[in-house]
């Protein structure tokens, strides 16, 4: 039977050090024999780990690292270091070099070593070396954040392994029950000063939040009291030292809190985990949160005592506050890749198969982090592109979307711009000039870090005509993209671009369980953003031509200015059988509107790529658009059937004739729409994001492509 030596040491007082550990064990559960190292740690710290009666318990250091390398000369065996923080100092040296040599016996019977959810403590030091070369034999090597896998310069980043622990969101109290802001502070920094304890006394005053200090480590007990006096609070005291009976104590606690105030690391993601936002305000910058929160899209969450004046303070904490629902998509996304990762560890050691592999010879470097050129879902709002980006992308592939300080400042592996017009554009001559000035840093800071930018073309053209300086700007982007990518195959490129085609993808998941309607006879809808170029006012004056009364008009999305609003509701109301709803609509509305039509028409001027085709006949509706090279494509692929096309200008008759064609569809057939779904379009992305790397990497190294 293979075998699976682990390594659950850690800080004897620290919840968190239990609570991280306890998940990679169990992450390793069924993939063979589990043999974890205790060490010397007293029986209260390894009751936290949980350990089955099965597992084989080593107090002994040097009997457990004896059995890994006689283990691993008689059988497949493996060996996985410890979560948490990695030191690289002169003190664990020798350590390395003897994992070095275990990782190397333990490949020749098909093993090896694995380290995954690892932090490099910061400063580095002088000895990383031995660190990194410990790490070379290994079969799989992650990090729990990103600057970490720079420092060390290969494996991947996935969350650390605590995220995987917790409440599920759906147990998750309402906010409306959560009655505390919970605090808790390292006893090893210093204490925060007046600004500090004012912001937070001002802050849990203004929303009645009753103060709750959290002592998650032992060590941490007199600042935790010295806080609930000053604070005013109630106090959890480390009333046992028995780490599994203290974490249920802490978790409780969490759970009836709306914010978690700390500069540990655990306690923040501890809170994240029972539904508590985590806000890192502390004395001095926690740096080790937030690289660790950040690794799963949780940025901007941090500041210190002297960065912001007591009424500053509290409007900031409130802000993020309001940022749970962000948090908890976050969180869910990180489960799911530590699912995904829980999955490559079985096959890697059951089968000796991963797609994470890090070889002795050719260091790994699959995890990479994506900065997306628009702003990001959120909670309640309809379905967007970045959405696609988001969900569709595999657990190798770290996304960001935009803000001008991450871009500026953040970590990021590649630049991916959509729409590239909208960076340069605001309501103010002062807000444009400054994101112009702001978009020339960027290109050069992409220039000097060697950041390849890769371009998916959503439009031949800009949705509005920018002036001579955008289109110079957005020119200068196209010459330093190294990778354009089209989403259908009739998109023009030039012959000097490196292009591919990844296919937009389709909504059939996204929208499966949400509640349909049964069809209206006679209805046909519109649905999306108005523009002007989308012809919907000229759409209800055509419809106003149809005689059939038993035909009707439905006009669903935001227009894009009150002008245009205006003149669709003033040709609307001239027609009873014409509805509108001039606004974005959730989820949830816009398929009862698509199940309710029978035919779904996109009256554009041009028509090249788009979102609210795929919207339409991901819901079997049958779609009326403009002839166009794209639009016969698509019908080539899934069906002439589902899509009419009309030459020149759109008339009563062609509405009435699509109509007919969408009533006499087979209820029970579905438009063909293979290779669209959001899996294959991420991971279609992520071969698209390596090869521009290897790309430029290769330019830079003089090697032609």
């Given at each position: 039977?293979?075998?699976?030596?682990?390594?659950?040491?850690?800080?004897?007082?620290?919840?968190?050090?239990?609570?991280?550990?306890?998940?990679?064990?169990?992450?390793?559960?069924?993939?063979?024999?589990?043999?974890?190292?205790?060490?010397?740690?007293?029986?209260?710290?390894?009751?936290?780990?949980?350990?089955?009666?099965?597992?084989?318990?080593?107090?002994?250091?040097?009997?457990?690292?004896?059995?890994?390398?006689?283990?691993?000369?008689?059988?497949?065996?493996?060996?996985?270091?410890?979560?948490?923080?990695?030191?690289?100092?002169?003190?664990?040296?020798?350590?390395?070099?003897?994992?070095?040599?275990?990782?190397?016996?333990?490949?020749?019977?098909?093993?090896?070593?694995?380290?995954?959810?690892?932090?490099?403590?910061?400063?580095?030091?002088?000895?990383?070396?031995?660190?990194?070369?410990?790490?070379?034999?290994?079969?799989?090597?992650?990090?729990?954040?990103?600057?970490?896998?720079?420092?060390?310069?290969?494996?991947?980043?996935?969350?650390?392994?605590?995220?995987?622990?917790?409440?599920?969101?759906?147990?998750?109290?309402?906010?409306?029950?959560?009655?505390?802001?919970?605090?808790?502070?390292?006893?090893?920094?210093?204490?925060?000063?007046?600004?500090?304890?004012?912001?937070?006394?001002?802050?849990?005053?203004?929303?009645?939040?009753?103060?709750?200090?959290?002592?998650?480590?032992?060590?941490?007990?007199?600042?935790?009291?010295?806080?609930?006096?000053?604070?005013?609070?109630?106090?959890?005291?480390?009333?046992?030292?028995?780490?599994?009976?203290?974490?249920?104590?802490?978790?409780?606690?969490?759970?009836?809190?709306?914010?978690?105030?700390?500069?540990?690391?655990?306690?923040?993601?501890?809170?994240?985990?029972?539904?508590?936002?985590?806000?890192?305000?502390?004395?001095?910058?926690?740096?080790?949160?937030?690289?660790?929160?950040?690794?799963?899209?949780?940025?901007?969450?941090?500041?210190?005592?002297?960065?912001?004046?007591?009424?500053?303070?509290?409007?900031?904490?409130?802000?993020?506050?309001?940022?749970?629902?962000?948090?908890?998509?976050?969180?869910?996304?990180?489960?799911?890749?530590?699912?995904?990762?829980?999955?490559?560890?079985?096959?890697?050691?059951?089968?000796?198969?991963?797609?994470?592999?890090?070889?002795?010879?050719?260091?790994?470097?699959?995890?990479?982090?994506?900065?997306?050129?628009?702003a990001g879902p959120k909670p309640g709002e309809p379905t967007r592109y970045a959405n696609h980006m988001l969900d569709g992308a595999p657990s190798q592939v770290t996304t960001k979307f935009f803000s001008w300080k991450y871009a500026l400042t953040g970590d990021y592996d590649v630049f991916h711009v959509h729409w590239p017009e909208y960076l340069l554009r605001g309501s103010t001559a002062r807000v444009k000039f400054a994101k112009r000035l702001a978009f020339i840093m960027l290109m050069v800071r992409l220039r000097l870090k060697r950041v390849p930018i890769v371009r998916t073309a959503h439009n031949l053209d800009a949705h509005e005509a920018g002036g001579g300086v955008e289109q110079r700007m957005v020119a200068w982007t196209l010459r330093r993209t190294t990778t354009i990518i089209k989403l259908n195959e009739t998109t023009p490129v030039d012959a000097h671009q490196h292009s591919v085609t990844i296919l937009h993808g389709h909504y059939r998941d996204r929208f499966r369980d949400l509640p349909t309607s049964s069809p209206v006879s006679g209805r046909i809808l519109y649905f999306g953003l108005i523009r002007p170029y989308k012809g919907v006012v000229n759409l209800v004056q055509v419809f106003r031509s149809v005689s059939d009364p038993s035909v009707t008009l439905r006009v669903v999305g935001k227009p894009s200015d009150s002008a245009l609003a205006d003149a669709v509701s003033d040709e609307a109301a001239l027609d009873p059988r014409v509805t509108t709803v001039l606004d974005f609509v959730p989820d949830a509305d816009l398929v009862r509107e698509l199940s309710e039509a029978q035919l779904v028409v996109f009256p554009y001027e041009e028509m090249h790529n788009s979102g609210a085709l795929l919207v339409a006949l991901s819901m079997d509706r049958a779609v009326l658009v403009p002839r166009s090279v794209a639009n016969e494509a698509i019908a080539r692929e899934v069906g002439a059937e589902w899509v009419t096309m009309y030459d020149g200008k759109l008339t009563a008759e062609t509405l009435l004739r699509a109509l007919a064609t969408a009533q006499e569809l087979d209820a029970h057939s579905r438009p063909a729409l293979q290779g669209r779904d959001w899996d294959t379009v991420g991971k279609a992305h992520y071969e698209t994001y390596l090869d521009a790397l290897r790309r430029a990497h290769n330019r830079r190294a003089g090697v032609g492509l």
């Open positions: 039977m293979t075998r699976v030596y682990v390594s659950g040491i850690g800080q004897h007082d620290n919840v968190g050090d239990t609570v991280l550990r306890r998940s990679l064990i169990d992450a390793l559960r069924g993939s063979g024999e589990l043999h974890v190292l205790v060490g010397s740690l007293a029986d209260d710290y390894v009751e936290g780990l949980q350990l089955h009666d099965s597992d084989v318990v080593y107090r002994s250091e040097s009997s457990w690292h004896k059995s890994v390398l006689k283990s691993g000369l008689r059988r497949r065996t493996w060996m996985v270091f410890s979560a948490g923080e990695a030191i690289a100092d002169l003190h664990s040296a020798p350590d390395r070099l003897r994992h070095f040599i275990e990782g190397v016996v333990l490949r020749l019977r098909g093993g090896g070593s694995i380290q995954t959810g690892v932090g490099i403590r910061r400063p580095v030091g002088r000895w990383k070396l031995p660190l990194l070369a410990s790490l070379w034999p290994a079969r799989l090597v992650t990090w729990r954040d990103a600057a970490s896998r720079r420092i060390a310069g290969f494996g991947s980043v996935t969350p650390d392994w605590a995220y995987a622990v917790g409440s599920p969101e759906e147990d998750f109290a309402t906010t409306a029950d959560r009655r505390h802001i919970a605090i808790t502070l390292r006893n090893d920094r210093p204490y925060p000063n007046e600004t500090w304890l004012s912001t937070v006394r001002e802050y849990a005053a203004r929303n009645d939040l009753a103060p709750l200090v959290v002592t998650q480590v032992k060590s941490d007990s007199d600042s935790c009291r010295r806080l609930a006096d000053d604070l005013d609070a109630e106090l959890l005291e480390w009333t046992t030292d028995n780490l599994w009976v203290q974490e249920g104590l802490v978790r409780e606690a969490l759970g009836r809190s709306r914010v978690m105030i700390s500069d540990r690391v655990h306690g923040l993601i501890i809170g994240l985990t029972e539904g508590a936002m985590p806000i890192a305000y502390s004395p001095r910058t926690p740096e080790k949160a937030i690289r660790t929160l950040s690794a799963i899209g949780l940025d901007e969450i941090s500041h210190t005592e002297n960065d912001l004046s007591v009424p500053e303070g509290v409007t900031w904490l409130k802000d993020t506050a309001d940022r749970a629902d962000e948090a908890f998509t976050r969180l869910n996304a990180a489960r799911l890749r530590l699912a995904k990762l829980t999955d490559e560890l079985h096959s890697l050691i059951t089968h000796g198969r991963s797609e994470r592999q890090v070889t002795m010879t050719t260091p790994a470097r699959p995890y990479i982090t994506v900065l997306h050129s628009m």
